[in-house]
Nanobody, 117 residues
Framework: QVQLMESGGGLVQPGGSLRLSCAAS????????MGWYRQAPGKQRELVAT???????DYERSVKGRFTISRDNAKNTVYLQMNSLKPEDTAVYYC???????????WGQGTQVTVSS
């Protein structure tokens, strides 16, 4: 069983920054992918950023240039650095992990990010 624990969410003013962390209960050095999704009230969950394999990275169009995903295999942790935050970034952010390409997706419990003045 894989457990993912997110942290780092909170309330921030527009233009501010936050760093989300997701610690996995297993080694992430050889897993297929890890990523971040978000879900705003009344909207579907959407992909924000993902790392596949050793370094293939993809971002949702609206966060490119503002968000950076990274991983620390030694700490079994993936990060999401979020800069220049906007009110429309407000959502619950979820960490995800796939051990293999066709395997199940594991989810964290989510962390709230609120961007408001």
């Amino acid at each position: 069983q894989v457990q993912l624990m997110e942290s780092g969410g909170g309330l921030v003013q527009p233009g501010g920054s936050l760093r989300l962390s997701c610690a996995a209960s297993i080694s992430i050095s050889s897993i297929y992918s890890m990523g971040w999704y978000r879900q705003a009230p009344g909207k579907q969950r959407e992909l924000v950023a993902t790392i596949i394999g050793v370094g293939t990275i993809d971002y949702e169009r609206s966060v490119k240039g503002r968000f950076t995903i990274s991983r620390d295999n030694a700490k079994n942790t993936v990060y999401l650095q979020m800069n220049s935050l906007k009110p429309e970034d407000t959502a619950v952010y979820y960490c995800s992990l796939k051990k293999s390409r066709r395997g199940d997706v594991y989810w964290g419990q989510g962390t709230q990010v609120t961007v408001s003045s």
